[in-house]
């Protein structure tokens, strides 16, 4: 997990500790195992698997941005040194926000390719 910056979220300053926090992390966890279980299901050719992966994905990652931007977000927001990550972090909520839901996942003979 990284800031828009691009470095590694921190080990050693025991906000993992704090039970918001962790539950946010879990989720990001619970999206990236979904999300890597969609890519080995599509090499398999298990497009129905994929694309139920991909939904659980979308769900899971649709609650956890409201979970960031109503109460994490809004709580940072209050402090200015905070201000310009949380816009970054909104900007791509809003970027990331609808492919997995719209993703084609149709058998290549139906696109053609």
Same mark, same amino acid.
């Given at each position: 997990?990284?800031? &828009?910056?691009?470095?590694?979220? !921190?080990?050693? !300053? ?5 039970? %918001? ?11 990236? #195992? *979904? ?17 139920? *992966?991909?939904? /659980?994905?979308?769900?899971? %990652?649709?609650?956890? +941005? ?5 109460? *994490? ?5 209050? #402090? ?7 816009? /970054? %972090? ?8 609808? &492919? ?8 290549? !003979?139906? #696109?053609? +390719?």
């Amino acid at each position: 997990m990284s800031d &828009p910056g691009g470095s590694e979220v !921190c080990h050693y !300053c025991g906000c993992r500790e704090i039970s %918001l926090i962790e539950d946010y992390i879990a989720e990001h966890e619970s999206a990236t #195992d *979904l999300a890597g279980g969609a890519v080995r299901a599509l090499k398999r050719g298990d497009i129905a698997a994929a694309q139920g *992966l991909l939904r /659980d994905m979308t769900t899971v %990652l649709r609650a956890h +941005w409201r979970g960031e931007e109503n109460v *994490l977000f809004a709580v940072m927001r209050q #402090d200015d040194e905070y201000t310009r990550y949380i816009e /970054d %972090l909104e900007r791509e909520h809003r970027e990331l926000y609808g &492919p997995p839901a719209r993703s084609s996942m149709r058998r290549p !003979c139906q #696109d053609g +390719w």
